[in-house]
C-alpha cells in the first residue's frame, strides 16, 4: 500500500506492507503481520533468517496469539463458520525487513456493512496487543505521547460497496518542515529488549533511506 495525503500544509507519506481489512462484496481479507527480521546479505542468509525466525518460539507464539485476535475480530462481522486462515506463516519479504504474514478470510453477514467490518477489526491486533482493550489501556498509561497518525489507518471506499485499508506503519509525517517517523515491535513475556530495538531500527531505516533519496534528487 502506497499512498501520499496532503492535508493542508501537512502531508502523510507511507509504505505499509500491512491489510487492515479488504470488503470486497462480502468477501472479508484481513492480513495480520507479526514476526520480523533483517535482510541478509545473500540469498543464503536472508533463507536462514526467514526459517530462523518462522522456528522462534516467541516469534511463533506472538503470531499465532494476533491470528486467534485477528479470527476473533473477524468473527464479529462474518457468517457463523465462514472464518478461516488461507495462509499460515508464510514470509513476506521487503527491501529492508522480511515478515511472517497469515491470510484470513471470512464472509461478511448480509444485515452489515463494509464500515461494520472495519469497526470490528480496528484498531488492528498486531500493533495493540491483546487483550486489546487492555492493551490499550496499558499503552496510553506508558506512551509518552500519542501516535498520531502511527498505527492507525488510512483506506479508499467506492461507490460499489467495496473498502480496502492498511495500516499505518511504515509512514512518514510532514508538518511544519519535519519529518517524524515512528517504528514499534510487539513486546511479549520473553522479549530481548535489544533483539526489539534492533527491530524497530530495522523497520524505520527504509523510511530514512527514502529521505536521503529524496534530498539527492534520486
Same mark, same amino acid.
Given at each position: 500500500?502506497?499512498?501520499?495525503?496532503?492535508?493542508?500544509?501537512?502531508?502523510?507519506?507511507?509504505?505499509?506492507?500491512?491489510?487492515?481489512?479488504?470488503?470486497?462484496?462480502?468477501?472479508?481479507?484481513?492480513?495480520?503481520?507479526a514476526g520480523t527480521r533483517?535482510?541478509?546479505?545473500?540469498?543464503?542468509?536472508?533463507?536462514?533468517?526467514?526459517?530462523?525466525?518462522?522456528?522462534?518460539?516467541?516469534?511463533? #507464539?506472538?503470531?499465532?496469539?494476533?491470528?486467534?485476535?485477528?479470527?476473533?475480530?473477524?468473527?464479529?462481522?462474518?457468517?457463523?463458520?465462514?472464518?478461516?486462515?488461507?495462509?499460515l506463516m508464510t514470509i513476506?519479504?521487503?527491501?529492508?525487513?522480511?515478515?511472517?504474514?497469515?491470510?484470513?478470510?471470512?464472509?461478511?453477514?448480509?444485515?452489515?456493512?463494509?464500515?461494520?467490518?472495519?469497526?470490528?477489526?480496528?484498531?488492528?491486533?498486531?500493533?495493540?496487543?491483546?487483550?486489546?482493550?487492555?492493551?490499550?489501556?496499558?499503552?496510553?498509561?506508558?506512551?509518552?505521547?500519542?501516535?498520531?497518525?502511527? #498505527?492507525? #489507518?488510512?483506506?479508499?471506499?467506492?461507490?460499489?460497496?467495496?473498502?480496502?485499508?492498511?495500516?499505518?506503519?511504515?509512514?512518514?509525517?510532514?508538518?511544519?518542515?519535519?519529518?517524524?517517523?515512528?517504528?514499534?515491535?510487539?513486546?511479549?513475556?520473553?522479549?530481548?529488549?535489544?533483539?526489539?530495538?534492533?527491530?524497530?531500527?530495522?523497520?524505520?531505516? #527504509?523510511?530514512?533511506?527514502?529521505?536521503?533519496?529524496?534530498?539527492?534528487?534520486?
Amino acid at each position: 500500500y502506497m499512498y501520499f495525503l496532503r492535508l493542508g500544509d501537512d502531508a502523510i507519506i507511507g509504505a505499509s506492507p500491512e491489510m487492515l481489512v479488504r470488503s470486497h462484496g462480502q468477501r472479508l481479507d484481513y492480513r495480520p503481520i507479526a514476526g520480523t527480521r533483517k535482510r541478509g546479505a545473500t540469498d543464503a542468509e536472508d533463507w536462514m533468517l526467514g526459517e530462523e525466525m518462522r522456528n522462534d518460539e516467541k516469534e511463533v #507464539a506472538e503470531h499465532t496469539m494476533l491470528v486467534d485476535l485477528g479470527r476473533n475480530d473477524l468473527g464479529r462481522v462474518s457468517d457463523y463458520g465462514s472464518v478461516g486462515v488461507e495462509e499460515l506463516m508464510t514470509i513476506e519479504r521487503y527491501s529492508h525487513v522480511q515478515h511472517l504474514v497469515t491470510s484470513l478470510r471470512g464472509r461478511l453477514r448480509d444485515e452489515l456493512d463494509r464500515f461494520h467490518a472495519l469497526a470490528a477489526c480496528f484498531p488492528a491486533g498486531t500493533v495493540t496487543g491483546a487483550p486489546k482493550i487492555r492493551a490499550m489501556e496499558i499503552i496510553r498509561e506508558l506512551e509518552p505521547g500519542t501516535r498520531g497518525v502511527y #498505527a492507525g #489507518a488510512v483506506l479508499y471506499v467506492d461507490y460499489a460497496d467495496n473498502l480496502d485499508s492498511c495500516i499505518a506503519i511504515r509512514t512518514i509525517e510532514l508538518r511544519d518542515g519535519v519529518a517524524t517517523i515512528q517504528a514499534g515491535a510487539g513486546i511479549v513475556a520473553d522479549s530481548v529488549p535489544e533483539r526489539e530495538y534492533e527491530e524497530c531500527v530495522s523497520k524505520a531505516r #527504509a523510511l530514512f533511506r527514502a529521505i536521503e533519496l529524496a534530498e539527492t534528487g534520486l
